[in-house]
């Protein structure tokens, strides 16, 4: 196998697939040598200290290493629609969206593409053109290809989806989804601490963690925010998350097929403002997301 940050003998995520992706040969995520891209544009449905005035330069790469039912944004994830793009063309989208004011890079699902991003980024320094870079992701990473990139990651946004490898497993098609996700969260923080920003009151460092209600499974959404709690502290951001919508596979598997319920809601605010994290926010589970892409308006909860 190559190295931790190589194509050859891809060990980029958890399955650690080992073929040689340089070569064309595709991973367990369908991944292989050109990154490939669905969509990149301003986004405006992130946290207030991502998407500021200004939006998030979101770039929705193809491909994932989880295979969730519920996932809405599958055709790309999952079913590979998008186009590849060289590390100049990378490049070139991330230098579009500096042009368009975007206040980041947010980098979605990035984990298979982080070697031909980390070269289209370093290109861009070379002409003096940068932006905080936004990692976001499902948690399901490897520390090692955290630290290897931890020079270019500026912001985590990262989910706890999970507390039971069983849940794990019917959601996301992993068993080792908490211990994996848990310990990369850990290391977020070390590498990255509790949220910095501009005078702007926009993200330029640090660590948000996502906290996703799932229906039937509300009290590992609690489960989560009291690991958080109890192993990082009350320093780190938390938005907790009540926008999950029956997509994909999960519209025909229960319970994934129905939205959350009010009682889902209220147990796991209660337990937020219970633990009392100094920073975050609350979606209003009244407020849908937009239609189309993956995107919700958050509330500051006050605490």
């Not at 595709?26 to 005035?53: K, N």
């Not at 501009?198 to 229906?215: M, N």
């Not at 990082?232 to 229960?254: C, E, F, N």
Request: charged share 20%.
């Amino acid at each position: 196998m190559g190295p931790v940050g190589s194509l050859r003998g891809c060990r980029l995520c958890p399955r650690q697939c080992g073929v040689d992706r340089a070569a064309g040969v595709t991973g367990h995520c369908g991944a292989g040598s050109r990154a490939q891209v669905f969509r990149y544009a301003p986004h405006f449905g992130e946290e207030p200290p991502i998407s500021g005035s200004r939006g998030s330069g979101a770039v929705f790469f193809s491909r994932c290493t989880l295979n969730c039912i519920y996932c809405q944004n599958y055709p790309w994830s999952q079913e590979g629609l998008g186009v590849e793009y060289d590390a100049p063309g990378l490049a070139g989208i991330l230098r579009s969206l500096d042009d368009q004011g975007c206040h980041n890079w947010n980098l979605v699902s990035p984990t298979p593409w982080l070697p031909r991003i980390s070269e289209a980024i370093g290109a861009l320094a070379d002409e003096n053109i940068s932006l905080p870079v936004v990692m976001n992701t499902s948690s399901y990473e490897r520390v090692e290809t955290l630290a290897q990139y931890a020079d270019m990651i500026d912001v985590f946004l990262a989910d706890l989806r999970y507390a039971s490898p069983r849940t794990a497993l019917e959601g996301s098609g992993v068993t080792d989804y908490v211990d994996v996700a848990r310990v990369a969260v850990r290391e977020m923080w070390r590498l990255a601490g509790p949220l910095r920003f501009d005078e702007s009151g926009i993200a330029l460092s640090g660590v948000i963690c996502r906290i996703l209600i799932l229906p039937g499974h509300a009290d590992e959404a609690v489960a989560n925010m009291e690991w958080l709690a109890d192993t990082i502290g009350t320093d780190v951001a938390v938005s907790l998350m009540a926008q999950y919508t029956p997509a994909h596979r999960a519209v025909s598997t229960k319970p994934w097929n129905r939205n959350i319920i009010k009682s889902e809601y209220v147990l796991a605010f209660e337990a937020f403002e219970r633990l009392g994290f100094a920073l975050g926010w609350v979606q209003d589970p009244d407020d849908p997301p937009p239609d189309g892409l993956v995107g919700f308006e958050m509330q500051q909860s006050g605490v």
